[in-house]
C-alpha cells in the first residue's frame, strides 16, 4: 500500500495533467513542481560534479558512446527516492543488458548539501540490490554545488521546491533518457518503471547501436506518450505490420511456387 501511494503521488506530480482539476486548483507546492518536457534538447555535459569517490567529473565522462539513463533525486530523502531507485534497479534487473557495458545510468542529488559520502553509501546500497558485475563502472552517484545542480535541473525540466513545513523537497518522480551525444530522448515516469519501456527507450535513444530485430519490430508496433511516459500498443501500426506481413508471405509463396514449377521444366503431354 505505501508503494501504490507514493506510485499515486509520483504520477501527480511528475507533469502529467490533473484532469480533474485546473493548475490554479491545485495547492501552491504542486504547482511548483514537475517536468517540462524538453525532447530533442542537449544538456550542457561540461558541466562539473564529483562522483562518489570524491573525484571531480564532467557528465561528458559517463557521454559519447552508450545511450544513459538520468536520475534526479537526493540521497537523504526519507520516501519518495528510495522507492524510485528501487523501481529503477528492478527495470534495469530485468534487462538483458547490463549498466556498463551497453548503457550508463547517472543519479544525481539535487541537494547541494550532500556530498561523496552520502554518495558512496547509496551506491553500495542499489549496487547490492542490482547485483551486476559491470555496475561499479556502469551506474555513477554524483553530487555538486548549486550552480551545476540548477544548470541540469533546468535543462532537463526538473522543477522542485523546498517544503519548509516538512522540511524535505518536494519534487516529481521520474527518470530521463539520453542519447550518447546528450540529447533528451526519452521522459519516464512514476516510481517504478516497465522493463520494456526502459528497453525500447534506451534502443530509440542509441539509435539502433543496440537491441536486435525483435526490438525493431515492438519500436514498429508501439507509440511513446510523453504525457504518460510510456509506450503503448498503436493499433494502426500493428494491423499495418502484419498485413505486410501476410503480402510478403504470399509473393514468397509465390516466387516459391513459381521457382519449382520452372525448374521441372515441360511436362511431356500425355498421348
Not at 501504490?4 to 506530480?13: K, N, T
Not at 530523502?77 to 534487462?95: D, F, H
Not at 542499489?126 to 558485475?133: A, H, I, L, N, V
Request: aromatic share 10%.
Amino acid at each position: 500500500m505505501k508503494r501504490l501511494a507514493l506510485a499515486a503521488l509520483g504520477l501527480v506530480v511528475c507533469g502529467v495533467p490533473a484532469r480533474a482539476q485546473s493548475a490554479s486548483e491545485r495547492p501552491t507546492i504542486l504547482r511548483d513542481i514537475g517536468f517540462d518536457q524538453k525532447l530533442g534538447d542537449k544538456i550542457p555535459l561540461d558541466t562539473p560534479f564529483r562522483d562518489e569517490t570524491g573525484k571531480s567529473v564532467h557528465l561528458s565522462d559517463y557521454f559519447g558512446r552508450k545511450p544513459v539513463v538520468m536520475n534526479l533525486v537526493y540521497y537523504d530523502c526519507p520516501m519518495l527516492c528510495i522507492v524510485t531507485l528501487s523501481g529503477m534497479a528492478s527495470a534495469l534487473k530485468e534487462l538483458s543488458w547490463d549498466a556498463g557495458q551497453e548503457f550508463e545510468v547517472v543519479t544525481i542529488s539535487f541537494d547541494p548539501k550532500e556530498g561523496p559520502e552520502q554518495a558512496a553509501a547509496k551506491k553500495k546500497q542499489f549496487m547490492e540490490r542490482y547485483k551486476r558485475p559491470a555496475a561499479e563502472k556502469g551506474w555513477h552517484f554524483l553530487t555538486g554545488d548549486i550552480a551545476a545542480i540548477h544548470r541540469i535541473t533546468q535543462a532537463v525540466g526538473f522543477r522542485y521546491v523546498w517544503d519548509q513545513a516538512t522540511q524535505q523537497f518536494a519534487h516529481p518522480a521520474g527518470t530521463v533518457v539520453l542519447t550518447p551525444d546528450g540529447q533528451i530522448a526519452r521522459y519516464l515516469f512514476g516510481v517504478e518503471y516497465a522493463p520494456r519501456d526502459l528497453r525500447m527507450a534506451l534502443v530509440e535513444a542509441g539509435g539502433g547501436k543496440i537491441g536486435t530485430p525483435i526490438d525493431a519490430v515492438f519500436l514498429a508496433c508501439y507509440r511513446y506518450d510523453p504525457m504518460t511516459g510510456r509506450y503503448s500498443a498503436a493499433i494502426m501500426r500493428i494491423v499495418r505490420f502484419f498485413g505486410i506481413v501476410t503480402v510478403m508471405a504470399i509473393l514468397a509463396f509465390i516466387v516459391v511456387q513459381w521457382r519449382r514449377e520452372h525448374a521441372r521444366g515441360p511436362q511431356p503431354q500425355a498421348t
